[in-house]
Each structure stands twice: as C-alpha cells, then as structure tokens.
C-alpha cells in the first residue's frame, strides 16, 4: 500500500488527486494538505467527500511528510515545490510535481516565462518529465517527476508522432487550445465568476502562455533540434476539458493511410491514448472523467496541411490523472490502476 | 458473474447502465438492445465507450435474451416492458424494469395518469417497488422490480421518515423539484435543443406529473392513508442532477435535534443517503455522477413548517445506479458493489 | 432630458442601468460611481461598452452629484443609500435607491432580517414602494423611492391579484423561487465561480432570506392583515432570470375561468405584465433583457391549491429596469420609454 | 416606411430579424414566413413575443410577397432563395438572402462545396455581396444581395486590412473559429440536444466547410489573386457569439503601432468595428445581442507571426443585424438605424 501526502489538496487538481486516489486499491492518503483551510474538515470543503473523506486538512511540512508517506504530489502554484524539495527529503520520499517548477531544463527559460526566481535549480537535471506514454522507462523508480502541463499533454501527444517521424515541419505548428474553467484554479477572482465565464469564449496569454516553451521543448526532443511554435490557449464555459487544434505544414505527399498507420505505430498498445476512426472528430465529452486522450488527423491536400486534435480532461490526464499514472510506474504498480473507469457522459 | 442484457442501451439511463456495469466486478454485459441502432457499433453511438465496449447494438428479443442473460433491465418507454413480459421469460430471467410500468399497484391509476392501456396487470402485483432502502428485505430473490422513478427516489427519500413518523401532515406536503436535462431524454425534439434549455428555467406538467402518483401510493404505505400532494418539475439548464425542495405542515413543536434524530435512525446505516450536517443545504454537484441521496431540512418556526430538501444524480441513484443496487440485492452480492465511485467535481 | 448619476455602476444592476439609459430618449447619464474603480475608464470595466461609454469612474460624493444630477440611482449594498442620504441632498435630486434601505416601513424588522443599524430612519416613512404595476399612483413626482426587489417583485406580482380578491389563504402561500448567477452580485467569491455555480443547482437562504418580509409586508397591505409565508431561494447556473413557482390554498371552489378573469382585471392594461395563456408556463427565457414579467397559474382540483408562476429579468424589471419605469413617472415621461425592446433569444 | 417580409421567420436568424425589426423606426414586418408553422400564431412559436407580434406565420408565396413587401429576407436552408427567384419578383421587391446561394460567383464552387445544384445562377452574376464595411458602395439601392456568412463575415473584417494591405502572406492564412450553439439551427437533431453539447468542444467540418470558398474568394480579391486557406469551426456550448483566432505569417518586420495603425485607417470611422486597446482579447460576450465586432491582433515575434481575433455576435452581425445594415444601405436609411442597442452582459 503506497502512503500517499497531497499538497493543495483544496484545489481542483488536488481535489482530483482524491477523488482517483480514492478509488485506487493500492493507494492510501495520509496527508490533506492544505494551507488556506488547516484544521478545517476536508468534507466542509468539498461537500461531495461528505462521508467519504473523515480527515481535516493539515499544512505543508515536508519533513514531517517526508517520514510519513512513500509519495507527495504537489498541486501547488509554481515556486512552491521548488522552494519545499531538498536533498534530505527526497531521499525519503518521491515527489511528483503538479506544477511547472521541474519541467523545464534550461532554469533560464523557466525563469523568463514564468518570471520568478528557481528556489532549487540542483533538482532540475534529475527530475523527469513525466508524460508517461513517452517516457516511461525513465520515470521507472526516479524520485522527482515533473507532471506535465494540461495543454502540454494534449499538444505533445497529439502531435509526437508526426514530428518525431518527420511528417510535418515542426516550425510551420499551430497549437490552437481551448479549456474548460478548472483549468483557471479555484481562486476568487471576478474574471472566473459564473457569469464572467458563461456564454463567452476569448483567448488569452496569446503568444505569452507559459505552456508554450514546455511543449516546444518536448517536441524539440522529438525532432532533435530547437523549434518555436505559436500556442493560443482559448477559455470555455464548461468545466472540465481541454481540445488541441493544431497545423502543421506536411513534409510531403501523405495520404490518410500513411498518418493512419504512424498513429497507430504509436498509440496502438497505449490503453490511455484511443486513435479515432477516420474522420471522426475528438470532443471532450468523451474522455471526462478519465485518464483518455482522444486524437485524430485530417489531411488537407488542398494547402497541404495537416490538422491534427487531441482531447482529454484537464484535470486527470491533464493533471491528476497522469500524476497516479507516474506514482504507478515510480511505485511498479500496474500503469492503469486507478484509472479504469470509463469516461462519464452526459 | 452476473450476465446482464439491457434493452435500450442508448438512452441516456442506459448509457449510464453500460459505464457502471463495466465497473462492476461481477456483472458482465453480454447484451447492448437498442431499437434504434440494430447492428451498429455502439461506441459509434456513445463516443466515450471507443475502445471499451466493441459490441454492436441488438434489437430487443426477449427470449433470446432470456436465455443468455440473468437479468434483464429495461430502460425503455412506458409500456414497452410491460408487453414484453411474460411467464416464460420471467421463469429464466430477473427484470429489473426502469419505466413505470409495475410501479403502481392500482392499474387504473396507471392508466389513467400514463395514458395508456397495461398490457400485463398480471405481474403488478408480483413485482416490487425497487426503492432499496424502504423495501430492501421485499427484493431479495425477486424476479420483477420496478425500478422507481427519479423525481419519485428524492422526494420518497427526502420525506420518509418525516411521514412514517407522523411529523408533517401528509396532505400539507408540497414538492418543488428540480431536473437536469438529461431527464428529458435522448429523443430529438426541439424542446430539448441545447438553445432552447440554455439560460432558462420553467416548470412543466404542472399537476399533472406522472411522479405524482407514484411519490402518493409509497409515501401513503408510509403514512397508512391515501394522501394528495402537490409536485411541481421544473426544468434546469445542467446535464444532471436532481433537487428537490419539500413543505410540510409540523404535527408539532419539534426542534432540530428532534428532527435530526428521526432522519439518523432511518439513514445512518445507509450507504448512500447522506444526512448533512445542520444549515448545509444540499447541491447536485455533489451527488454528480454517483449513488448517493443528500439529504437534509430546515424548520421555519415561523411558520411551523418544515422545509425538507435532497439532492441526487438523475441518472444513478434515480436510474441506472438504483437499478444496479437492486441487481445486487436480488443475486446477493454487497449492496454498494460497482457504485463506490465518490461524486466527481467540478 | 433628465440627467441621471448612478452609485455603485460597476455592479450588474448598475451597468444594465447604464445599458437600459443609453437607449432612453429623455435621460443622460453624467456620473458613472464606482468606489472599486475610480478613475479607470468604465468600458475597460465592461468591456462591451468600449466606443460607447467614455467617462471614467467616479467616487460616490453625493454633494457633488446631487448638483448635476436630477436623479440618482443608487445600486450598493445594503446601507449605503441610508447612509448617504439627508435632506439637503433630497431637497435637491431624486433618489431611486435599488438597495432594500427604504423598503421595509418597520425598521425594526429591517435591522433584525439585515442585521445592521438603519443610518436614516426619518426618511422611511416618506419613501415609497417603488413596484409600478401597484404604487403607481403614490410613485409620481416622489423623491425618494424604494426599488423593491427582484426576488419580490416577481413574487408580488404573481400573487398579488389572488391575495388581493381573497382567493387564497395567505397564510398558505410557499414561495420556491430560482434564480440566475447575476444576482448573487459581482464580487470576488470561492461560491460564485464558474465550476462551483455551474452544473448544480442548490437552496440557500432556507427561512432567513431577507426579501421573505418584504413579501410579507406588501402582501399584507394586499389582504389588510399581517402574513407570514416560506420563501425559499435557488441558486441556478444561468446568467439572468427569476422564476417563481408560489401555492396557495384556495378559498373556494374557483375554476379557470374565474381566476383567469382576475389576472386580467389586474394586469391586462399593464404593458408589462403578461399574462400568459391556459396552460404555458413561464419561462425565464422570454423575458431575458427585457422588463416584462409572464405570469401564469393552474389550478390543482386534487388538493385545492393554486400553483402561480412569474418570470422576469432579475436585472431587468428585477432592478434596472423597474428602476428606469419608476423613474419614467417620477419625472411624467411615458411608463415605458427606454423599456420597448423586445425579449432576446436565445 | 420600409415594408418587409420575412422567409424562414421562424429560425434563430429569422427570429432575430423580427427582433431587431420591431426597434426599427422605418421599417415594418408585414410577412413572418415559416413552412413549418403555417397558420400558427407567431408569439406560440416564440413566447418571448407574446403580446409583442400578434400575426400567424404565413407560407412562402414569393409573387403573394413581392406584392405586398419592399424586401423579402430569407433566412431559408441553401437553395430555397435560388429555387424562389426571378425576373418578375426582382422587378418588383429587393431581396436580400442569408444562405449561401449567391455568395460565391463561380457556380462550380458552389455546387461542389454546397452539393446542390443552383438553380438560378442567372442571378448570380448581379448579386451583391453584402458586407457592408467592404461593398457599401455596391449594395446601394441593388435588388439582390447575398448577406454573407457568420464565420465569414468575422473571419475577413478580422483579417481585411491585413490581406489589403499585404501584411501578411495569405496563402498561410489559419483560421481557427469558435460558435455558439445557435449557429447550428433549430432543427430536432439529436447532436444539437442541450445534452450532447453542453459541457464540451469538438471541431466539425474539417477542412470541408462550406464557409472556406467564401473566405478565400473576398480575401482574394482583396490581395488580387487566388488563395487557399485552413478554417477550421468549432461548436462551442453556449447560445450565441463567434470567434475568430487567426494565424498568418508577416511579410516584414512589423511593429504593433505599423499593424495598429493599418486596423484604425481601415475601421476608425466604422460604426460596428471595435479594433480594441492593445492586449485587450475580444471576447463574445462584449458583443452579445449587437451588431459589434471586435477585433484585435498580437505580433508573435519569435514566429513572425501575427494572431488576428475577432468577435460577433453569429445572430446579429453574422446574420439578421448585418442584414438589416444592408436593408438601411439598399433603402438610403442611415446605417445603423435599429441596430444601436448596446451590447448586453450578462
């Protein structure tokens, strides 16, 4: 039984973290962590936990964390976690990082785009970025893992397979995003009231989301050198969900079978990523509630451009999910356990 | 194992029946009925289940399925299970009926509210009312419930023990209630159209509900008397979820304890009736996608009237995850098997 | 041309004033208050105002805009209007004070229902009820005015005629009134963001919301005696809209004929109160951005209660909008001047 | 007095035509046209116009029309106005069309994309395309013109001066757009259900909208050649509003005041073009119920790219407000007579 510690458990990604770790067999939550409700009961937070969660929710000590639980996830703002880790902790315990301090090499980037101050830069080189589908012999036993971002997940794994087989030119990505609210956290702002949100969409962050270094970095790998893309993340009155629309400029004369069949080459052991039948759009309805990424291709041969889509639920393969897919992998668990329940629709 | 067959498979209760079987450990699903979609896939039908369920959806032959299945559920219009049904069938197969067919005892009630001539009184009064906290004990081994309605569970729920034990006048009582819209159904009416539902709320079949009857026969048992009430629907731009907000006339000068006592005996060792904690009102949000009832009221001294509210998720515990609880009381399994899943939020 | 200030214009109610008067012919608005934004232009507020509204914010120094204003509409928190106001300023402006400061005559039961000190009880007694349809009389060339409120408004318009001929038992009435997100106001909380509004629906308020006296009172005066009623608030996921659904025991054996009659002896010379044919009931939709109220009821022969329902546009004739007609006949301008537009939908 | 008459009055363009023509101080609806609803009285169709419009819906007997109507709207499926068009009605009535049948002069490009035949390209040639801000001088006192699409007339005001002035490289245009629901009609389709939509994205017609041709041919004329372009749609769940984010590749080394100033000498003087304040994203609900776009566009200058974003309302500038802009053009009225209405939020 792996001793799990959450900080930011009072948030909507620590709230997910609950939520699924709850139904995981091999799983146990030792620690609420939460710095704005300490003492509170956890059910007064979330009135769906009443009389599931009997626990009150507790600060961040890492130390005393450390000796009590196998795993920390962090679901914390960026700075956090970089601030909290140190050598004598992580000898105790596995961290897997919600946020963004761990998932960028180059702490120069990070520091740019993020425009604050790295509090441990020593832990950068050792973390590993945790998209599972791709790096899953690395997360293997490591001890820090950076969780990748919501629409980083969706984009990479969207796209991979094409830039990683050299099917379009990787400069030429358009990353169109578009997210469900949780995806703006659970702070009181006027900007993410209901009716601030609802009936409206606009974008925002163009050309500045921090998301936008993460995932060129990622696809960088990929194609082994460094690219620029554009990445315009978009917000949508709904509540969970994030879709990637994206463009990329075809190498040469694909047909759909070609794409088809590179996909697949892919995807087509991976239990978490379903490549969609010919011409069937991926929509985010489809993968609430679970750890699915949906993604699908159309070749347009008249500007021969590839539009590729990729949909999955923010906060589990964006955010929860994929972070108990990692503590499986660290821990030798089975990959999906935990993350077996079908998406919930309407 | 428990082999299930179900006609109408893609309604929106049999959807929700498809994604709790399949977490069931010991049900397995070997029959998608659907009149609609004979012979295709239904993954193509319901996008979520790609990749799940590679079935293809059949049409409704009850013998066939009577020898394939233990237990049938029908969640099809009123009327059709019960010109389905026969001796022969009913001597195979357990029927676990989500219409309203053999949910009223008195056949011209029935007829009178639904409209529509029953085409097998015979098994009326076999069949037991599926309601599993009230008559747990009567559903064991039976081979034909009635699985109740949605707006009849809450309100039944919600008001039980405050009739049972003489505290409000029966006929004082007033139910407003409250439904999301995939109560409404799958069917393609305008009526339903997302701009129409959107940004509005209206009542609908106002005294003339077909939940009227059946909340008076089950809460008259409980009172030992014929009553009368008032039920209002009203209609509530969200996908799920169930309020519903109920008056009653005190018999007398309770206070709160009091009150709270009464709904403790009845439900603290119940599963999935939730009595909150004193002023928490109750919300479908978090009741969302699980079995659960929330429960709870308030006296008005003022007016020496006591408002009882509960919340629940339309589609599981006022449909497919009732009729899952009683699958597993009639085959003996642990009541709360396949329906351990907390309430997901957002 | 009647030159109007509003206080508190960078709330909801106050910028719908702002969006109803730039389309009134005879008003011009020379003061955009707002404590929480002083000096930030106002379309960078409301972003839908941009090349519409160029004024910038401004303080609430009641001096001042008392000089240049022949109105003043005061749309702030509880309190404020009391606060401000005094008999020099009332010497020289009109106030429209959209808070609840001068709607309740015994301030005694103001101070328990609001829990706080009324600042200027004098001026009670001289204020009037600003509910059109009712005071319409006493409201012209008032100076200070009470604009009722919306839950109110739309309760009292329902009921008013069946209380008012005696045709119900006031004593019985229950008042189940749902609402949209805009009236929980536009400031910064956990409880009105998009994810915690959206998706659910919930009680709140249960027997102590404050507009339940103001009901009472003006029902009272309907029926010559002191009532006390329920009245139970919901929160729903939708922008805009009131909806009440009200029962009442009849006094008599009534048919539809006979009530019907009654509505339209009251209201069918009111351009804005619609009485809706046998049978429709309202819904918030056909009211949205608009001042009509729809009202409707039905009779239940079963149990000898009416079931009444009203809809309107809780920012519409539950605020702005009233507060522009009462200002229309303050000042002797046609009732309806600036309030023709139709109903949007969807 | 302009008189009009409506075909196709009874979907959410026609709809709105009546809404916005009933404000309108020189013109009067004389015909509300609907197949589906002969007879019917209009405000059953539409509650929201109970005692506002009290005519029934009539057939669409163009000759019956031409003699009694100005102009004729029909806001009717592609190719109901071809079928319905000829000399003698031309002679006697202005029409101007919201589908799509006289949009694009290359008839095999309409077959091709729309999959019908047309069925009087006779009229083709003659009519107009009726995006006021780019045609006004051609739509003059015309007698046919074709209103352009939702989609495009936001995809082309976003991207026009841009286009026009050679700033980018039309050939790597990417339009990624974004609809409200009402874009999708008011047909009983079960993909249109408030269930199916709500709480989810998708992208439809990938690489195959119809609306794709339309774009390419007006900004192709404004850069003076043929060009391809990606537009990709989306349906978005809420009622009303587009968005446009587009992605185009700078010919040179452009500064925000060299692009700025470009916007503000092409749409300064534009009554119903906002080109917002630097930063400011636009965003659908600031132009909800008004015949607004706003636009505004950010340099990338990492990828030499600029982001262009736009955003209407579909109803009203994408359909009936624009049209009646037209009717005001065609008839010598001033522009923006009747369509003054701020816009409205929430």
Redesign the interface.
């Known amino acids: 039984m792996v001793k799990v510690g959450i900080i930011g458990s009072t948030g909507?990604a620590g709230?997910e973290l609950?939520?699924l770790l709850?139904?995981h067999k091999e799983a146990e939550i030792v620690w609420y962590g939460s710095r704005s409700y300490i003492d509170k009961k956890y059910s007064e937070v979330?009135?769906?936990?009443?009389?599931?969660v009997d626990d009150k929710c507790l600060d961040d000590n890492m130390e005393e964390l450390s000796e009590k639980a196998d795993v920390i996830f962090t679901a914390t703002p960026q700075g956090l976690c970089a601030s909290l880790v140190n050598e004598d902790i992580l000898s105790k315990v596995k961290i897997i990082d919600l946020s963004a301090d761990f998932r960028i090499k180059d702490v120069s980037v990070y520091e740019k785009w993020y425009g604050i101050e790295h509090k441990s830069p020593e832990f950068i080189k050792e973390a590993v970025y945790g998209l599972c589908e791709i790096n899953r012999e690395d997360i293997k036993g490591k001890r820090l893992v950076a969780n990748p971002g919501c629409y980083t997940t969706c984009s990479i794994l969207s796209l991979y397979p094409l830039v990683k087989e050299g099917v379009i030119d990787p400069?030429s990505i358009?990353v169109?995003a578009?997210s469900?609210?949780?995806g703006a956290g659970?702070?009181?702002?006027?900007a993410?009231?209901?009716?601030?949100?609802?009936?409206?969409?606009?974008?925002?962050g163009?050309?500045t989301h921090r998301h936008t270094p993460e995932i060129e970095e990622q696809l960088g790998y990929a194609c082994g050198k460094e690219i620029?893309?554009?990445f315009?993340p978009?917000l949508?009155?709904?509540?969970?969900?994030i879709?990637v629309?994206a463009?990329g400029n075809l190498n040469g004369d694909y047909k759909y079978e070609d794409i088809k069949k590179i996909y697949d080459d892919y995807y087509s052991k991976e239990r978490f990523v379903?490549v969609?039948e010919k011409d069937?759009?991926?929509?985010?309805?489809?993968?609430?509630?679970?750890n699915y990424v949906?993604v699908n291709f159309?070749?347009?041969e008249?500007?021969k451009?590839v539009?590729v889509?990729g949909?999955l639920d923010n906060l589990v393969k964006g955010a929860a999910g994929q972070a108990v897919q990692n503590m499986n992998i660290i821990f030798g668990l089975p990959e999906s356990m935990g993350l077996?329940?079908?998406?919930?629709?309407?």
């Open positions: 909507y709230q609950v939520r709850l139904g979330f009135g769906n936990m009443f009389e599931i400069d358009i169109d578009k469900g609210t949780s659970r702070g009181a702002k006027v993410n009231l209901f009716c601030e949100v609802n009936e409206s969409i606009k974008a925002y163009v050309t620029m893309i554009n315009t978009h949508v009155p709904m509540n969970r969900g879709l629309t463009y379903r969609l069937v759009c991926p929509e985010t309805r489809n993968v609430e509630g679970s949906d159309k070749i347009d008249r500007t451009r539009v889509m949909a077996e329940q079908p998406p919930m629709f309407p």
